[in-house]
Nanobody, 123 residues
Framework: VQLQASGGGVVHAGDSLRLSCAAS????????MGWFRQAPGKEREFVAA????????YYADSVKGRFTISRDNAKNMVYLQMNSLRPEDTGVYFCAASPSITIATMPADFTSWGQGTHVTVSS
């Protein structure tokens, strides 16, 4: 699976952004998909994940209630709707695909990664 993330930008605290991830490959619909982010000087951290059907999602505590992950298997797309953005949400956001059968949250569980899209939230 090849992935291409887009939708990042520079916004103010409280604003919203929607990230998109376009996937290629016939196995997309069978993959757990996730979003991770990496702030400057910090480790890559888990943000959200969704199972193959979209029926199960999981979020990092820091984004729960503000971010929503979704997917459209017919279009080979995954989305991350980010509301009520905070300066601490700033970073490079990556979409990733995992062959795991169940929801995965560790970077090592994901075998395909997109190139990342930058999100900057100013206070």
């Amino acid at each position: 699976v090849q992935l291409q993330a887009s939708g990042g930008g520079v916004v103010h605290a409280g604003d919203s952004l929607r990230l998109s991830c376009a996937a290629s490959g016939r196995t997309f619909s069978r993959r757990v998909m996730g979003w991770f982010r990496q702030a400057p000087g910090k480790e890559r951290e888990f943000v959200a994940a969704i199972n193959w059907s979209g029926g199960s999602t999981y979020y990092a505590d820091s984004v729960k209630g503000r971010f929503t992950i979704s997917r459209d298997n017919a279009k080979n797309m995954v989305y991350l709707q980010m509301n009520s953005l905070r300066p601490e949400d700033t970073g490079v956001y990556f979409c990733a695909a995992s062959p795991s059968i169940t929801i995965a949250t560790m970077p090592a569980d994901f075998t395909s990664w997109g190139q990342g899209t930058h999100v900057t939230v100013s206070s």
